[in-house]
């Protein structure tokens, strides 16, 4: 009986000649029981006899894993013309599966709408190319097991969320630690995406919702493109779901009740998948099915959102376009852009948020109480969606960063994110402003295999450099400002400094001895007037100082000559003008 519903489909498909087509080519997934999910050696066999089979279908290798296993993309285009030349005019959908491979919903729902548009089961878009990473984390779909998600309902089996050196690739899209991550952007810009989906399984509370998701952050977004998506584009697709059967809910990050007080919308920062296709002016949703919903249900609506998603890019394709271009015109030099963020607690929606009741009963295992959710006992409970971000902190934009060629690491990450740079022809002096880092926060603890910084302030100075031939200036208008903005910004959440990149310039490279250095520090206050009158001034005012004779040397150290002046200076330069 298990196999009822293959049967009736292929009944079904005989009617309108597809039957041989589609009995080839079912998924592992179809062919087993509705909880089992296909293999990574399953999976590529699949994609290659289709792309054998159907001109439309192009199956390739354009990447590695940290394990040196192949990274695929399947492409459907319903043009002969190759990817590059079709993208003139078509829009271009981009599905990323796999990052988490123990939520492995996108992956079969993907091989099945690959499958149903090659053999016409579907309606092909005309104006729409759909691209799809197979299977991204591609160690951790090898790393195959039942037990690592220990709160989802299912497939029998799946992969393993870190890769072959255990990263959570899902937060490597800006420090760029895996080769997976560097095959996801050199991925990115050969396909050019105007859409982005990121597949997912949610963790967290129970709820009535099959379905949730994480739509780009709009401030982040941007105004233009920010507000289009989240007012017209997504609203449409959740409503072409529910017609379907899936009512939505935005990401639920809770754990148990739903609070009175309502709970905020996500923010993707740049370190997330849809937080740096955001940095190139791309619309993006992350889909977060419900892990306690069963499987058949899980790929059923994964599947329904990326075929609305190909529906609505079709009929919109020349809009979405034209509102990336309006969207990008806004970071230009000169103008604010915000680089730190806080929710606005003033502005929400109200929802009608469709739960279970939170109970407590005496646990099994310890005889505490413990919270289980009464599926029986459902509620709808009106409450407050905050959905908008304010900025705390801008900058003006440069005219360009100015990169040093020792910086190599960092002009390797712009290249490979295909940053427009320049190399200057001749040693050259330049006004520039700098910065200096005057404070930051460390985490204690590892995170993603950095201590990374947070809470950063810069201080910034102005002077005259001089610069070697081949040392890079960086303009920033171009497609990649945003990426530029995030990454080279060191108060920004996800930069390269807070990732540890310049984490050399923290430390001092040479120091004093204090018996020596008393007598050359009084020398400097006998014959530097200015220096002893500040001086004077910072005991008068700071008690504490004053009474502290270490500080007191280490002062006149940090004001004279014999301090170095690289220290806590960040190697990163910018031309205002």
């Given amino acids: 009986m298990k196999n009822l519903p293959v049967v009736l489909l292929l009944f079904i498909c005989s009617l309108f000649g597809l039957c041989k087509t589609y009995a080839q080519n079912l998924t592992p997934y179809e062919i087993g029981n509705g909880n089992q999910s296909t293999t990574f050696e399953d999976m590529r066999k699949f994609y290659q006899e289709l792309s054998k089979q159907f001109s439309t279908i192009s199956y390739e290798t354009k990447g590695e894993d940290d394990n040196h296993f192949p990274i695929d993309v399947v492409t459907f285009n319903p043009s002969e013309q190759s990817l590059a030349e079709s993208r003139r005019n078509k829009s271009v959908l981009f599905i990323n599966n796999g990052i988490h491979p123990g939520e492995p919903d996108g992956i079969d729902a993907t091989m099945m709408l690959m499958r149903d548009l090659a053999v016409g089961k579907i309606k092909a878009p005309e104006n729409v190319i759909i691209a799809a990473i197979a299977s991204y984390n591609v160690s951790g779909m090898l790393n195959r097991g039942g037990f690592s998600r220990a709160n989802q309902n299912g497939p029998e089996e799946y992969g393993f969320r870190g890769n072959s050196r255990n990263y959570d690739l899902n937060r490597d899209f800006i420090k760029t630690d895996t080769k997976n991550s560097r095959s996801f952007q050199q991925i990115f810009h050969w396909i050019k995406p105007d859409v982005f989906i990121d597949n997912h399984v949610s963790n967290g509370a129970d709820y009535q919702y099959i379905f949730t998701y994480i739509s780009t952050n709009k401030e982040r977004l941007g105004r233009a493109l920010g507000n289009y998506f989240n007012d017209q584009m997504q609203n449409t697709l959740l409503k072409d779901l529910a017609k379907g059967g899936f009512i939505s809910v935005p990401y639920v990050n809770i754990h148990n009740d739903v609070p009175d007080v309502g709970f905020p919308v996500f923010m993707d920062s740049p370190r997330y998948a849809t937080g740096y296709t955001s940095l190139f002016n791309v619309i993006g949703t992350v889909v977060e099915t419900h892990m306690l919903k069963s499987y058949k249900e899980r790929v059923k609506a994964t599947y329904d959102y990326m075929w609305h998603s190909l529906n609505f890019m079709d009929r919109n394709h020349l809009i979405i376009q034209q509102k990336r271009m309006e969207n990008l015109r806004q970071y230009r030099m000169g103008e604010k852009y915000p680089i730190a963020w806080r929710l606005d607690s003033t502005q929400f929606n109200n929802l009608d948020f469709r739960g279970f009741e939170a109970k407590y009963k005496p646990s099994e295992v310890s005889s505490k109480n413990r919270l289980w959710y009464d599926r029986e006992a459902k509620f709808s409970k009106r409450v407050k969606l905050y959905n908008t971000y304010v900025p705390t902190k801008e900058i003006i934009i440069p005219k360009y960063y100015v990169i040093p060629q020792s910086e190599w690491k960092i002009i390797d990450l712009l290249k490979l994110n295909q940053i427009e740079m320049v190399p200057m022809r001749q040693d050259s002096t330049i006004a520039v402003e700098q910065y200096r880092i005057k404070d930051f926060k460390t985490s204690p603890i590892p995170y993603e ?99 502290d004779g270490r500080a007191q040397l280490d002062w006149v150290y940090r004001h004279s000559n014999y301090y170095e002046k690289s220290h806590l200076l960040y190697p990163i330069f910018r031309i205002v003008n």
């Fill in 449 to 547: 295999g950095h201590y990374l910084h947070s809470e950063t302030y810069v201080l910034k100075e102005f002077k005259s450099m001089k610069f070697r031939a081949g040392d890079i200036l960086v303009p920033l208008n171009q497609n990649g400002v945003k990426f530029l903005l995030e990454t080279l910004e060191p108060e920004a959440i996800d930069s390269y400094f807070n990732w540890n990149f310049f984490d050399a310039i923290l430390g001092q490279k040479e120091y004093y001895s204090a018996y020596v250095f008393e007598d050359t520090a009084a020398k400097l206050l006998k014959e530097d007037s200015h220096l002893k009158a500040a001086f004077e001034r910072e005991k008068a005012n700071n008690p504490k100082f004053a009474d």
